[in-house]
């Protein structure tokens, strides 16, 4: 009822930037909070940056100089701005989202954890 979509990702070269989407759609009622993961090869998925529907913002220590997550409410949409990409970013980064959902019309309404099916992103060194 509820599907994240994440888009942007793709090949770049070390240095350059991306800005990661994901649109939320759906039985929505609102949405608590919206983030982004990774997993790169080999590894165990990451927490990277979350925020709120209020604007508050996490980041993971390494990414607290070079990305930059920010939302359009309006739109059920959160952005990743990935800056001077580096070799160590390439990872499947997934859309998460809280969201306070409609499940079925005799369901009451709930939060639930949503997932994209993730975009990859490539940088070449």
């Known amino acids: 009822q509820v599907q994240l979509v994440e888009s942007g990702g793709g090949l770049v070269q070390a240095g350059g930037s991306l800005r990661l989407s994901c649109a939320a759609s759906?039985?929505?009622?609102?949405?608590?909070?919206m983030g982004w993961y990774r997993q790169a090869p080999g590894k165990e998925r990451e927490l990277v940056a979350t925020?709120?529907?209020?604007?508050?913002?996490n980041y993971v220590d390494s990414a607290k100089v070079r990305f930059t997550i920010s939302r359009d409410n309006a739109k059920n949409t959160v952005y990743l701005q990935i800056n001077s990409l580096k070799s160590e970013d390439t990872a499947v980064y997934y859309c998460?989202?809280?969201?306070?959902?409609?499940?079925?019309?005799?369901?009451?309404?709930?939060?639930?954890?949503?997932w994209g099916q993730g975009t990859q992103v490539t940088v070449s060194s």
């Open positions: 998460y989202a809280r969201v306070y959902a409609r499940i079925g019309i005799l369901a009451p309404d709930r939060f639930d954890d949503y």
């Open positions: 759906g039985s929505i009622i609102r949405i608590n909070a």
């Open positions: 925020i709120t529907s209020g604007g508050y913002t």
